[in-house]
């Protein structure tokens, strides 16, 4: 068994900033990408950034240069700093590990539970 255990939303005003992390446990032997996506009322999921076990990071276009990516590998554990916040950024943010629980197993997603980012103007 795998838990993915978000923290760190809740209501900010415009131009503010959060911080939000998600820490895996449980059965996992490794790890490979971790990222964050977003989904807003009536839209789609979409990625918000993603990060590799190198450290190569991937953002989307509508957060670059605000949002920033981060891991600690050791800690099994993702973080998501969110800076200038703007309205367009209220959404259930959720985290994303592809993991592979056993050695011959593939690497499969992993979705944290959701956690509510609300920018007020």
Do not use: H
């Not at 939303?9 to 977003?38: K, P």
């Not at 190569?56 to 949002?67: A, E, L, M, P, Q």
């Amino acid at each position: 068994q795998v838990q993915l255990v978000e923290s760190g939303g809740g209501l900010v005003q415009t131009g503010g900033s959060l911080r939000l992390s998600c820490a895996a446990s449980g059965s996992i032997f490794s790890i490979n990408i971790m990222g964050w996506y977003r989904q807003a009322p009536g839209k789609e999921r979409e990625l918000v950034a993603d990060m590799t076990g190198d450290g190569i990071t991937n953002y989307g276009d509508s957060v670059k240069d605000r949002f920033s990516i981060t891991r600690d590998n050791a800690k099994n554990t993702v973080y998501l700093q969110m800076n200038s916040l703007k309205s367009e950024d209220t959404a259930v943010y959720y985290c994303n590990i592809k993991m592979r629980t056993v050695l011959w197993a593939s690497f499969d997603n992993y979705w944290g539970q959701g956690t509510q980012v609300t920018v007020s103007s």
